[in-house]
C-alpha cells in the first residue's frame, strides 16, 4: 500500500518538478520524428509520409492499450509503475537508436507506446493525488512545465542533435538521459494514495455509474477535435517550413524553439488563469489558435509574417493541454480519477496518431500548402463543441449537487 499523499503545506513542488521531467522526456521522444522527417526518410528509404505515420503507430499504440492497462494496474502502487514504465520506455528508444530496418523502427515506437500510454495513465492522475482540488490547475500548469519544455528545448535539441550528429543518436542520447532520470525519480518521487476510502457499510458502484462519466466522455470529444486538427498540421511542420514558408533545413530546430519557446508563455497563463476562468480561458486560448493557423494559411509565402503567426500559435496551443487535462480532472469524481486520466491521454493520443495519418494523406494527395485549411476546420468544430459544452456540463453540474 502506498503512503498517503499530503495536501497540506508545505507545496509539493519536489514531486511535481519530477512529474515535469518526466514528461518532458515523454514528450520528446513523441514528437522526436517530426523534426527529424526528412533525415529518418532518407537512411531508411522511405517516405517522409511513412516516418509521419511513426507518429500514428506510437499514438494509436497507446490508444488501444492505455485504458485497459489503467483498469488492469489500477489497484497497483502508482510510483512502482511508473519506474516499471521509465524501463520499459528505454529499451524501446535503445530500439529505435539501432533499428536497421523501418519495420523495426515500428517496433521500438510500438513499445513506446506501451510505455507512454500506461505512463500517462498514470502520471496524468499523480498530481492530483499530491494537492487538494483547488491548487489543481496550479499543480498541472506545473507538471505540464515538461511537456512545454520538450517543445522549447526536448523536440529542438533533438532535431539539432538529429542534424548534426544523426537521428539515432538523438534517440539514444534520449534513453540515456531516462535512465539517469529513473534512479531521480525512485529517491525523489513521493507515493500516493490512490484509492478511494469508503464509509462503513458503503458499497462501491461500478465505474461506468458514476455521474460524471457522461462529462468525461464529452472532455475527451473535445480533446479529440483539437488536437486532431493541431497534429494533422504540426506533424509535417518541417516540410512546411522548408515548403512554403522558405525556411533552410538548419534553421527548423529554431523554428521549433521559437514555437516552444512561446508555448512556455501559454503555459505559464494557463496556470495563472486556468484555475479563475476554466472555461473562458480554454475558449480564448482555442479562438487563439485559429486565429494563428488562418493567418499562416493567407501568409505562408510572407516568412516573417508565417514566423510571427507561429509563434502565437505555439502560445495558444501551449496553453491547451494544461487546460484541458484540468477540465477532465475537475469534471471526473475521485474513484474515476485514474481512469479519466487514461480517457484523456487516450484520446490526445488518438489524436496525434489520427492527426499524423491524415495529415500525410493530405500531404501526398494535395501538398504541404493544404494541411493548415484541414487544420483550421477541425478546429471550429472543436470550437463549436467547447462552447455547447460549457454550457451543457454547468447545467448537469447544478443538477447532480
Known amino acids: 500500500m502506498d503512503a498517503p499523499a499530503t495536501t497540506a503545506k508545505p507545496f509539493p513542488w519536489v514531486g511535481l518538478f519530477t512529474l515535469s521531467a518526466l514528461i518532458f522526456m515523454m514528450v520528446t521522444s513523441e514528437f522526436l520524428p517530426t523534426g527529424l522527417l526528412p533525415e529518418i526518410a532518407e537512411q531508411l528509404k522511405v517516405s517522409e509520409s511513412q516516418v509521419g505515420i511513426l507518429v ?22 502508482r510510483k512502482s509503475l511508473v519506474l516499471v514504465v521509465l524501463v520499459v520506455f528505454i529499451l524501446g528508444n535503445v530500439l529505435a537508436a539501432v533499428a536497421p530496418t523501418y519495420e523495426v523502427l515500428v517496433v521500438a515506437r510500438v513499445i513506446g507506446g506501451l510505455a507512454h500510454g500506461l505512463f500517462w495513465s498514470v502520471v496524468g492522475a499523480y498530481s492530483a493525488h499530491l494537492v487538494p482540488k483547488h491548487q489543481l490547475a496550479r499543480a498541472i500548469s506545473i507538471t505540464g512545465g515538461g511537456g512545454t519544455a520538450a517543445f522549447v528545448l526536448g523536440v529542438p535539441l533533438g532535431t539539432a542533435l538529429g542534424h548534426s550528429l544523426g537521428w539515432r543518436l538523438a534517440f539514444g542520447i534520449l534513453a540515456g538521459a531516462v535512465l539517469v532520470l529513473t534512479l531521480v525519480t525512485a529517491k525523489l518521487l513521493p507515493a500516493v494514495r490512490h484509492g478511494e476510502d469508503l464509509a462503513t457499510g458503503e458499497i462501491p458502484i461500478p465505474m461506468r455509474r458514476d455521474p460524471t462519466v457522461p462529462g468525461v466522455i464529452i472532455v475527451g470529444v ?88 507561429v509563434g502565437v500559435w505555439g502560445a495558444a496551443f501551449g496553453a491547451l493541454p ?44 494535395l501538398g504541404v500548402g493544404a494541411l493548415p485549411w484541414f487544420d483550421i476546420g477541425i478546429t471550429v468544430v472543436g470550437l463549436a463543441l467547447v462552447i455547447f ?13
Open 56 to 77: 500514428t503507430v506510437f499514438a494509436g499504440t497507446v490508444v488501444l492499450t492505455a485504458t485497459p492497462l489503467a483498469v488492469l494496474t489500477r489497484r497497483y502502487s
Open 322 to 365: 494544461s487546460l484541458l487535462q484540468t477540465r477532465m480532472l475537475h469534471t471526473a469524481s475521485v474513484r474515476v480519477r485514474d481512469v479519466a486520466a487514461s480517457y484523456f491521454t487516450t484520446s490526445f493520443n488518438f489524436a496525434i496518431g489520427m492527426g499524423a495519418l491524415l495529415g500525410g494523406l493530405v500531404l501526398d494527395g
Open 222 to 309: 473535445i480533446v479529440v477535435l483539437v488536437a486532431l486538427g493541431h497534429n494533422l498540421f504540426y506533424t509535417y511542420i518541417a516540410p512546411f517550413l522548408i515548403g512554403p514558408v522558405g525556411i533552410e533545413p538548419s534553421a527548423v530546430a529554431g523554428v521549433l524553439f521559437l514555437y516552444g519557446g512561446a508555448g512556455a508563455v501559454g503555459l505559464i497563463l494557463a496556470g495563472t488563469l486556468g484555475d479563475k476562468f476554466p472555461r473562458g480561458a480554454m475558449v480564448g486560448a482555442i479562438s487563439i489558435v485559429l486565429v494563428a493557423i488562418t493567418t499562416i494559411a493567407l501568409f505562408m509565402h510572407v516568412q516573417w509574417i508565417a514566423l510571427v503567426a
Open 389 to 401: 459544452a460549457n454550457a451543457w456540463l454547468a447545467r448537469r453540474a447544478y443538477r447532480l449537487h
